[in-house]
């Protein structure tokens, strides 16, 4: 992180930002990658039972999982921090 100079409230208003930024870039990201497994697990779903689609329908269960729990975690913080 770099030294900030001037007002607290202008170093506040800088972080706010960057926080804003963050939460768009990271927060976004996730939601994007929650979709597209989201989609990829229907489509699993939807063919016939092998051991690759059974493989990969816990591979996507388990990013899911994860996903999810971290979207929940950073997101619930990033509310209570930026009010």
């Known amino acids: 992180m770099e030294a900030r100079e001037g007002t607290v409230?202008?170093?506040?208003?800088e972080v706010a930002a960057e926080l804003q930024d963050w939460s768009r870039n990271f927060l976004g990201d996730l939601e994007e990658r929650i979709?597209?497994?989201k989609f990829e697990l229907e489509k699993c779903r939807k063919h016939g039972i092998?051991?690759?689609?059974?493989?990969?329908?816990?591979?996507?269960?388990?990013a899911l999982k994860n996903w999810r729990i971290n979207?929940?975690?950073?997101?619930?913080?990033?509310l209570q921090h930026t009010g």
């Open 9 to 13: 409230s202008g170093a506040l208003r």
């Open 35 to 37: 979709k597209k497994a």
């Open 50 to 62: 092998s051991r690759d689609s059974v493989t990969m329908e816990e591979i996507l269960n388990t």
């Open 71 to 78: 979207m929940n975690y950073t997101g619930s913080n990033v």
